[in-house]
């Protein structure tokens, strides 16, 4: 199970930090990830930690801004979220995927989804 908290609403420029607390089988997951989705818009990748290398990738949109980190004492994925935008206004989904292959920017390849937390950024 995937737990996401931390949205909010705030101006833009500021900061969040989201949360994912992962629950269960936490030893078969390859990957966590951060998707968002707008309203009126597809869900769209945001950022991926590989969790038995720690190495991230995220979003061209977000690149500078964004940064993925874990702690894998408290089986928790963080996405820190600085210099806000309007535009990255959303519902923030974190969401774990087994399997080492396939593109693992796209949200086909991820088994488990969280619910979602909002995060608004007003301008």
């Known amino acids: 199970q995937l737990q996401a908290s931390g949205g909010g609403l705030v101006q833009a420029g500021s900061s969040l930090r989201l949360s994912c607390v992962v629950s269960g089988r936490t030893f078969s997951i390859n990957s966590l990830g951060w998707f968002r989705q707008a309203p009126g818009k597809e869900r769209e990748f945001v950022g991926t930690?590989?969790?038995?290398?720690?190495?991230?990738a995220l979003a061209d949109s977000v690149k500078g801004r964004f940064t993925i980190s874990r702690d894998n004492a408290k089986n928790t994925v963080y996405l820190q979220m600085n210099s806000l935008k309007a535009e990255d206004t959303a519902i923030y989904y974190c969401a774990a995927r087994g399997s080492p292959y396939g593109d693992l920017r796209s949200r086909t390849s991820y088994d488990s989804w969280g619910q979602g937390t909002q995060v608004t950024v007003s301008s």
């Open positions: 930690i590989i969790q038995t290398s720690g190495n991230t």
